[in-house]
Protein backbone atom coordinates (compact mmCIF):
# COMPACT_ATOMS: atom_id res chain seq x y z
CA UNK A 1 0.00 0.00 0.00
CA UNK A 2 2.88 2.07 1.52
CA UNK A 3 4.46 1.88 -2.35
CA UNK A 4 1.11 2.57 -4.26
CA UNK A 5 0.76 5.41 -2.71
CA UNK A 6 4.62 6.69 -3.39
CA UNK A 7 4.19 5.90 -6.84
CA UNK A 8 0.66 8.33 -6.86
CA UNK A 9 2.51 10.84 -4.94
CA UNK A 10 5.25 10.76 -7.99
CA UNK A 11 2.83 10.99 -10.73
CA UNK A 12 1.23 13.66 -9.46
CA UNK A 13 4.19 15.81 -8.97
CA UNK A 14 5.81 14.79 -11.94
CA UNK A 15 2.49 16.03 -13.54
CA UNK A 16 2.62 19.09 -11.39
CA UNK A 17 5.77 19.59 -12.80
CA UNK A 18 4.92 19.44 -16.31
CA UNK A 19 1.86 21.40 -16.20
CA UNK A 20 4.37 24.23 -14.73
CA UNK A 21 6.55 24.60 -17.12
CA UNK A 22 3.64 24.20 -19.62
CA UNK A 23 1.89 27.33 -18.61
CA UNK A 24 4.93 29.41 -17.79
CA UNK A 25 5.69 28.06 -21.52
CA UNK A 26 9.44 26.74 -20.52
CA UNK A 27 7.70 23.98 -22.97
CA UNK A 28 6.74 26.27 -25.66
CA UNK A 29 3.63 25.62 -27.47
CA UNK A 30 4.89 23.45 -31.17
CA UNK A 31 8.37 22.29 -29.79
CA UNK A 32 8.93 18.79 -29.70
CA UNK A 33 9.94 16.76 -26.93
CA UNK A 34 10.50 13.59 -25.75
CA UNK A 35 10.20 11.47 -23.28
CA UNK A 36 13.70 11.49 -22.14
CA UNK A 37 14.05 15.21 -21.85
CA UNK A 38 11.05 15.31 -19.78
CA UNK A 39 12.61 12.87 -17.37
CA UNK A 40 15.82 15.07 -17.24
CA UNK A 41 13.79 18.29 -17.04
CA UNK A 42 11.53 17.15 -14.04
CA UNK A 43 14.05 14.64 -11.75
CA UNK A 44 11.28 12.20 -11.85
CA UNK A 45 11.00 8.54 -13.05
CA UNK A 46 10.35 7.27 -16.57
CA UNK A 47 7.00 5.59 -15.14
CA UNK A 48 5.48 9.04 -13.09
CA UNK A 49 6.36 10.46 -16.03
CA UNK A 50 4.70 8.98 -18.61
CA UNK A 51 1.91 8.60 -16.58
CA UNK A 52 1.82 12.23 -16.12
CA UNK A 53 2.32 12.77 -20.12
CA UNK A 54 -0.62 10.66 -20.83
CA UNK A 55 -2.84 12.52 -18.33
CA UNK A 56 -1.76 15.98 -20.40
CA UNK A 57 -1.92 14.36 -23.74
CA UNK A 58 -5.75 13.21 -22.66
CA UNK A 59 -5.83 17.04 -21.64
CA UNK A 60 -4.73 18.11 -24.96
CA UNK A 61 -1.89 19.54 -24.23
CA UNK A 62 0.96 17.20 -25.41
CA UNK A 63 0.35 15.80 -29.24
CA UNK A 64 2.07 12.15 -29.72
CA UNK A 65 3.55 12.81 -32.87
CA UNK A 66 4.58 8.63 -34.35
CA UNK A 67 8.33 8.67 -34.54
CA UNK A 68 9.23 11.87 -33.54
CA UNK A 69 7.99 12.14 -29.97
CA UNK A 70 6.06 14.64 -28.15
CA UNK A 71 4.64 18.14 -29.48
CA UNK A 72 3.41 20.83 -26.91
CA UNK A 73 0.32 21.74 -28.42
CA UNK A 74 0.18 24.58 -30.19
CA UNK A 75 -2.19 27.83 -29.11
CA UNK A 76 -4.89 29.01 -31.66
CA UNK A 77 -7.84 31.14 -31.77
CA UNK A 78 -10.75 28.26 -32.82
CA UNK A 79 -9.12 25.82 -30.26
CA UNK A 80 -9.50 28.53 -27.15
CA UNK A 81 -12.92 29.44 -27.89
CA UNK A 82 -13.92 26.41 -27.95
CA UNK A 83 -12.32 25.95 -24.36
CA UNK A 84 -14.19 29.09 -23.52
CA UNK A 85 -16.96 27.43 -24.75
CA UNK A 86 -17.15 24.65 -22.56
CA UNK A 87 -15.85 26.25 -19.42
CA UNK A 88 -18.56 28.77 -19.06
CA UNK A 89 -21.47 26.51 -17.59
CA UNK A 90 -18.84 24.96 -15.80
CA UNK A 91 -17.32 28.04 -14.35
CA UNK A 92 -21.26 29.11 -13.82
CA UNK A 93 -21.99 25.85 -12.03
CA UNK A 94 -18.67 26.38 -9.49
CA UNK A 95 -19.42 30.20 -8.43
CA UNK A 96 -23.09 29.43 -8.22
CA UNK A 97 -22.56 26.26 -5.84
CA UNK A 98 -19.48 27.78 -3.88
CA UNK A 99 -21.73 30.88 -3.06
CA UNK A 100 -24.31 29.04 -1.60
CA UNK A 101 -22.09 25.94 -0.07
CA UNK A 102 -19.15 28.28 1.15
CA UNK A 103 -18.41 27.72 4.63
CA UNK A 104 -18.12 30.71 7.42
CA UNK A 105 -13.76 30.13 7.13
CA UNK A 106 -13.50 29.38 3.05
CA UNK A 107 -16.06 32.60 2.96
CA UNK A 108 -12.84 34.39 5.04
CA UNK A 109 -10.08 32.65 2.77
CA UNK A 110 -12.45 34.01 -0.92
CA UNK A 111 -12.48 37.65 1.18
CA UNK A 112 -8.66 37.53 1.89
CA UNK A 113 -7.94 36.76 -1.29
CA UNK A 114 -9.63 39.36 -2.89
CA UNK A 115 -7.94 41.80 -0.74
CA UNK A 116 -4.52 39.73 -1.59
CA UNK A 117 -5.09 40.14 -5.60
CA UNK A 118 -4.32 44.13 -5.06
CA UNK A 119 -0.79 43.34 -4.80
CA UNK A 120 -0.34 41.30 -8.00
CA UNK A 121 -0.80 44.24 -10.39
CA UNK A 122 3.37 44.70 -11.12
CA UNK A 123 2.69 40.80 -11.71
CA UNK A 124 1.35 38.19 -14.17
CA UNK A 125 2.95 35.57 -12.34
CA UNK A 126 1.32 36.25 -9.35
CA UNK A 127 -1.97 37.28 -10.87
CA UNK A 128 -1.74 33.14 -12.21
CA UNK A 129 -0.77 32.12 -8.93
CA UNK A 130 -3.91 33.29 -6.77
CA UNK A 131 -6.28 32.24 -9.59
CA UNK A 132 -5.47 28.74 -8.98
CA UNK A 133 -5.69 29.40 -5.76
CA UNK A 134 -9.28 31.03 -6.09
CA UNK A 135 -10.41 28.18 -8.81
CA UNK A 136 -9.46 25.68 -5.71
CA UNK A 137 -10.94 27.60 -2.76
CA UNK A 138 -14.24 27.72 -5.13
CA UNK A 139 -13.71 24.12 -6.05
CA UNK A 140 -13.19 23.28 -2.03
CA UNK A 141 -16.45 25.24 -1.67
CA UNK A 142 -18.50 23.86 -4.18
CA UNK A 143 -17.73 20.42 -3.91
CA UNK A 144 -18.75 19.12 -7.54
CA UNK A 145 -15.91 16.32 -8.55
CA UNK A 146 -16.97 16.30 -12.08
CA UNK A 147 -17.52 19.93 -12.70
CA UNK A 148 -13.67 20.41 -11.06
CA UNK A 149 -12.61 17.50 -13.09
CA UNK A 150 -14.11 18.78 -16.77
CA UNK A 151 -13.13 22.18 -15.80
CA UNK A 152 -9.55 21.91 -14.70
CA UNK A 153 -7.66 20.84 -17.61
CA UNK A 154 -9.95 23.70 -19.61
CA UNK A 155 -8.31 26.05 -16.95
CA UNK A 156 -5.05 25.07 -17.70
CA UNK A 157 -5.08 26.08 -21.02
CA UNK A 158 -6.89 29.21 -20.31
CA UNK A 159 -3.24 30.09 -18.04
CA UNK A 160 -1.02 29.34 -20.68
CA UNK A 161 -3.08 31.76 -23.00
CA UNK A 162 -2.62 34.01 -20.23
CA UNK A 163 1.25 33.93 -20.54
CA UNK A 164 1.25 33.20 -24.25
CA UNK A 165 -0.31 36.83 -24.45
CA UNK A 166 1.29 38.18 -21.60
CA UNK A 167 2.19 41.63 -23.41
CA UNK A 168 -1.42 42.71 -24.73
CA UNK A 169 -3.20 41.69 -21.24
CA UNK A 170 -4.05 44.53 -19.33
CA UNK A 171 -3.61 43.14 -15.98
CA UNK A 172 -5.62 45.60 -13.66
CA UNK A 173 -8.74 44.33 -16.04
CA UNK A 174 -8.57 40.68 -15.15
CA UNK A 175 -7.70 41.14 -11.39
CA UNK A 176 -10.75 43.50 -10.97
CA UNK A 177 -12.51 40.57 -12.73
CA UNK A 178 -11.24 37.82 -10.15
CA UNK A 179 -11.35 39.91 -7.23
CA UNK A 180 -15.15 40.90 -7.93
CA UNK A 181 -15.87 36.84 -8.52
CA UNK A 182 -14.43 35.85 -4.75
CA UNK A 183 -16.27 38.85 -3.20
CA UNK A 184 -19.51 38.49 -4.21
CA UNK A 185 -18.92 34.73 -3.76
CA UNK A 186 -18.03 35.44 -0.14
CA UNK A 187 -21.07 37.37 0.14
CA UNK A 188 -23.35 34.65 -0.65
CA UNK A 189 -24.62 36.49 -3.85
CA UNK A 190 -25.74 33.50 -6.14
CA UNK A 191 -26.50 35.87 -9.02
CA UNK A 192 -23.78 38.12 -9.11
CA UNK A 193 -21.02 35.09 -8.63
CA UNK A 194 -22.21 33.66 -11.95
CA UNK A 195 -22.46 36.97 -13.00
CA UNK A 196 -18.63 37.56 -12.81
CA UNK A 197 -17.95 34.64 -13.61
CA UNK A 198 -19.16 35.18 -16.96
CA UNK A 199 -17.46 38.41 -16.93
CA UNK A 200 -14.04 36.24 -16.53
CA UNK A 201 -15.15 34.50 -19.59
CA UNK A 202 -15.93 37.34 -21.58
CA UNK A 203 -12.52 39.05 -20.87
CA UNK A 204 -10.84 36.36 -22.10
CA UNK A 205 -13.04 36.04 -25.39
CA UNK A 206 -12.10 39.98 -26.00
CA UNK A 207 -8.70 39.56 -25.51
CA UNK A 208 -8.30 36.34 -27.65
CA UNK A 209 -10.48 37.46 -30.66
CA UNK A 210 -8.60 40.99 -30.48
CA UNK A 211 -5.26 39.33 -32.04
CA UNK A 212 -4.94 39.21 -35.02
CA UNK A 213 -1.59 37.64 -34.94
CA UNK A 214 -3.70 34.31 -33.46
CA UNK A 215 -4.30 31.92 -36.34
Avoid at 16 to 26: G, K, W
Avoid at 61 to 89: C, D
Wanted: glycine share 4%.
Amino acid sequence: MTREINAASLAEKSYLALEDRLVSLALPPGSLVSEGELIQLTGYGRTPVREAIQRLAQHDLFQVIPRKGLMVSPVSRSGLLQILEARRPLERLIAQSAALQASDEQRSGLARIARELADCHDSLDRFLAKCRAIDQLLDQCCGNPYAIQAVTPLRIHCRRFWNFYRNHLKLSDAIAAYSNLVRLAARRDLKGAEKASDNIMQLLERLISGLDQLS
